[in-house]
C-alpha cells in the first residue's frame, strides 16, 4: 500500500514543472550566418543556442556586451530582435557503429536517403586530446596496401600522417585506397574468424569539396564494398561555413568513439586547407582581429587541437587508436606556405606527392626525398623491415645518379647497375588507383626486385612481371603467402621457400 | 540616436546601419560610464550631466561617445529593470511579495515594472535583465508541445 501512495507521489512530482531560470537575449545584428546577440549573460563558450523554429547557433565570442554566435543551418529565418536562449549544452554528434555505412553531415544527420540512424550515445564535438599519461607509442601497422607508402613511409595505427600535394596529384586517392585497404583486410578476418585481429574502421571527411567528388568518393567506396566499415561526414562546398569548420571536428568525435572503446579508427580529413579557409571565414565575420593571409591568430591551435585528438591509448585505457591522415592542398607545390607548414609541423610525417611525377607516369607520385614518417617505422612489420630497409635510400642514390648520368654516357659497372635497379624498383612502386595490394605480396616482390630477381627483366616489362609473380604466388604459392603473413617475418627457411618459388616462377616467365 | 540611414536591400525594408565607434571612443565612453556610477549603481543625475557636458564641450568624435555611452545606460537599466507579465492584474500584496523576493536575489536599486499580458492564459512571468523565470500556462504548453515533438 505505502509502496503504492510513493509510487503516485513521485509520478505527481514529475508531472510538476518548476518554474526554471531561463537566460535570454534578443539579435542585434544578423549576417553571414553570425548573429550578433544582447543579453544572454549566461552563455559559455561553444554552447548551443536556441533561435526557435530548430534553429540553432553556437556561441563563439563572449564579449562584454554580447555575444557572436555562429548559426547552424538555415538562417534566413532568423530576424533582429529575435529571443535567443541558452541551452546549457555544448554541441554533440551521435557516435557508435549504428554510423558504419552511412553518409552524415555535419550534425550527424544523414544525409544518404536511408533513414534515421540508431544510436544511443552522443559526444560533444570539442573535446579535449587524451593526456600523456593515456598515450602509448605506435606499434602496430595501418596498412595502406599502397606499395611505396607500406615500405618506404609507413603509418603507424594512432599516427598523424600528411598528405601534402598539389591539386590532382592523387591525395584523395592515397586516402581512399587506404580505406579500401583495411576495408578488405577487416572482411577477409571476419571471413577467417580470426578473433585476434583488430578491425580498422574509417572515417571519410569532406571539407569544402564538390557535391560530385563527394559522390564519386562514395561511389567508389560502395563498389569495393568498403562503406560497411566507413562513415562519410559531408560538409561540401555549398554547406555553411560554420558546417564546414565544424566537419572535422564531428568526424573527430565519430572516430573517438571507436578509440575510447578500445576500437581501432582511421580518420581522412579532405582537405584542411579549405576547412582553414572556412574558419578564416568565421573569424572574419565574427570580427576576430586576422593574422597573416587573413587568417585568425588561432588557426594553429584549430588544427592541432583537431589532430592531437588522434592517439593510441594504453592497455590500461583501452588500447584503442584513431589514426589521421589529413590532406593538405598545396599552390605550385608551396610547402612553405602559412597552412601547410602548421599542419606539417603537428604531424608525425607527411607523404609529399609531386606533380611532375604523376605526369611521368609515376602513381602514386610520391616524393621520396620529402616523404617522411616520424614514428611508423616502430610499426612496420618485420618482414618488411628486412625488405624494404635499404630502399628508401637507394631510390634516393638512384635520383642523384640518374640525373648525373644525363651529362655522360660512359658509366662504370656499378652505377649502371645501381641505375638499372633504380628503374626497376620505380616500375614496382607503382600502383594503378583503388588497387590495394596485401603485405604479404609487397614483401615477396620487393624482396624478389632486391634480390636481382628483377634485373634481367625489361623495365617496360616489370609490371607485366610483378603482376604476374603476385598472382602465381596468391595462387599457386598461397601455403607460402598464407606463412608469411602468419610469421610476417623472412626467415631463412622461408626465405629459400620464396626463392625458390620466385625462381620457378622465372624459368616459365617470357 | 544618431545613426546614419542608409537604404539597403534586406527582406524588403530599411534598416539603421550601425555607426562605426573606434576603440578610442569605446574608451572615452566606458569611462564616462564608471564615473557615473556610485557604489555599483548608476546616478541619473550624473548620467544626466555627463551628456550635457560632452555636448557642450564636443570632444573629438563625441557623437561616436554619446551613442556608445548610450547603448552602456541602456544594457544597465535592463540589467536593472524586472518585468513581470502576467495574465490579469495582480493584487497589491503579491506585487510586494514579488519584488520583495526579487530585490532579495538581485540587490537594491532594482526598478520593477508590472504589465497585462493575456497571452500568457495564467501564471506569471518575470525578465531580469537577460534572465527569465516563465511560470506562465502559455510556457508550459510550449514546453508539453516540445516533449510531444521530441517524442
Redesign the interface.
Known amino acids: 500500500m505505502s509502496t503504492l501512495l510513493q509510487d503516485i507521489e513521485a509520478q505527481i512530482a514529475g508531472v510538476k ?1 518548476a ?7 534578443s539579435v542585434r ?1 544578423i549576417g553571414d550566418g553570425v548573429a550578433k546577440i ?5 552563455a559559455m563558450l561553444n554552447e548551443m543556442l536556441d533561435f526557435g523554429n530548430g534553429v540553432t547557433g553556437l556561441a563563439l565570442n563572449l564579449e562584454e ?1 554580447e555575444v557572436g554566435a555562429i548559426i547552424l543551418g538555415e538562417y534566413s529565418g532568423v ?2 530582435g529575435q529571443e535567443v536562449r541558452t541551452t546549457g549544452r555544448l554541441l554533440q554528434v551521435p557516435v557508435g557503429k549504428g554510423l558504419l555505412g552511412r553518409v552524415v553531415n555535419t550534425l550527424g544527420q544523414p544525409v544518404d536517403g536511408k533513414g534515421p540512424i540508431k544510436n544511443e550515445t552522443t559526444y560533444p564535438v570539442e573535446k579535449i586530446a587524451p593526456g600523456i599519461i593515456k598515450r602509448k607509442s605506435v606499434t602496430q601497422p595501418v596498412q595502406t596496401g599502397i606499395m611505396a607508402i607500406d615500405a618506404m613511409i609507413p603509418i603507424g595505427r594512432g599516427q598523424r600522417e600528411l598528405i601534402i600535394g598539389d591539386r590532382s596529384t592523387g591525395k584523395t586517392t592515397i586516402g581512399i585506397d587506404t580505406i579500401i585497404s583495411n576495408a578488405r583486410l577487416n572482411k577477409a578476418a571476419e571471413a577467417a574468424g580470426d578473433k585476434a585481429f583488430r578491425p580498422l574502421y574509417s572515417v571519410y571527411v569532406g571539407v569544402g569539396q564538390k557535391q560530385s567528388n563527394i559522390a564519386r568518393v562514395i561511389n567508389v567506396l560502395e563498389e569495393a564494398g568498403a562503406m560497411p566499415y566507413t562513415i562519410v561526414v559531408a560538409a561540401s562546398a555549398s554547406d555553411s561555413a560554420t558546417n564546414q569548420y565544424l566537419a572535422p571536428f564531428s568526424g573527430c568525435a565519430m572516430g573517438e568513439w571507436f578509440m575510447d572503446n578500445g576500437m581501432d579508427a582511421l580518420i581522412i580529413y579532405d582537405d584542411l586547407s579549405k576547412h582553414a579557409v572556412a574558419y578564416r571565414q568565421v573569424s572574419l565575420v565574427l570580427k576576430r582581429p586576422s593574422g597573416r593571409e587573413a587568417y585568425p591568430g588561432d588557426v594553429f591551435y584549430l588544427h592541432s587541437r583537431l589532430l592531437e585528438r588522434s592517439a593510441r591509448l594504453g592497455e590500461k585505457y583501452g588500447d584503442g587508436s584513431l589514426t589521421a591522415l589529413p590532406i593538405i592542398e598545396t599552390q605550385l607545390g608551396d610547402v612553405s606556405a602559412y597552412i601547410p607548414t602548421n599542419v606539417i609541423s603537428i604531424t608525425d610525417g607527411q607523404i609529399y606527392l609531386e606533380t611532375d611525377l604523376f605526369y611521368q607516369g609515376v602513381r602514386p607520385a610520391i616524393s621520396v626525398g620529402l616523404s617522411v614518417s616520424r614514428v611508423g617505422s616502430a610499426a612496420q612489420i618485420k618482414a618488411m623491415k628486412q625488405v624494404a630497409g635499404r630502399i628508401k635510400l637507394d631510390l634516393a642514390q638512384f635520383r642523384e645518379l640518374a640525373a648525373f648520368a644525363q651529362f655522360g654516357s660512359d658509366l662504370d659497372a656499378a652505377t649502371q647497375a645501381k641505375i638499372e635497379r633504380g628503374k626497376r624498383i620505380v616500375e614496382v612502386f607503382k600502383q594503378p588507383q583503388y588497387n590495394p595490394i596485401t603485405v604479404e605480396a609487397q614483401a615477396a616482390v620487393l624482396w624478389a626486385a632486391q634480390n636481382g630477381h628483377m634485373d634481367d627483366v625489361a623495365v617496360e616489362k616489370i609490371k607485366d612481371c610483378q603482376n604476374k609473380l603476385t598472382e602465381f604466388l596468391t595462387t599457386r604459392k598461397s601455403e607460402l603467402m598464407a606463412k608469411l603473413a602468419m610469421e610476417k617475418a623472412l626467415s631463412d627457411a622461408l626465405t629459400a621457400e620464396l626463392k625458390s618459388a620466385v625462381t620457378e616462377f622465372k624459368q616459365n616467365y617470357k | 540616436m544618431t545613426v546614419a540611414r542608409a537604404r539597403h536591400y534586406s ?1 524588403g525594408r530599411t ?1 539603421p546601419l ?1 555607426m562605426k565607434i573606434s576603440k578610442q571612443a569605446r574608451r572615452d565612453a566606458k569611462q564616462l560610464f564608471r564615473a557615473c556610477s556610485v557604489n555599483g549603481l548608476l546616478e541619473d543625475n550624473r548620467v544626466r550631466q555627463v551628456v550635457q557636458l560632452v555636448i557642450g564641450q564636443k570632444p573629438r568624435g563625441y557623437i561616436s561617445i554619446l551613442t556608445h555611452f548610450q ?2 545606460v541602456k ?1 544597465d537599466l ?2 536593472r529593470t524586472a518585468k513581470i507579465e502576467s495574465a490579469l492584474e495582480l493584487p497589491e500584496n503579491l506585487r510586494a511579495g514579488v519584488q520583495a523576493n526579487l530585490a532579495r536575489k538581485y540587490g537594491p536599486g532594482l526598478a520593477v515594472s508590472f504589465s497585462q499580458n493575456a497571452d500568457l492564459i495564467g501564471g506569471l512571468r518575470v ?1 531580469v ?7 506562465s500556462i502559455r510556457a ?1 504548453l510550449a ?1 508539453l508541445a516540445d516533449g510531444f515533438q521530441a517524442i
Open positions: 514543472t518554474v526554471s531560470r531561463q537566460n535570454v537575449g545584428e544582447e543579453g544572454l549573460t549566461d556586451t530576424k533582429e | 527582406g534598416r550601425q547603448r552602456l544594457l535592463e540589467r525578465q535583465g537577460s534572465d527569465v523565470y516563465d511560470g508550459r514546453e
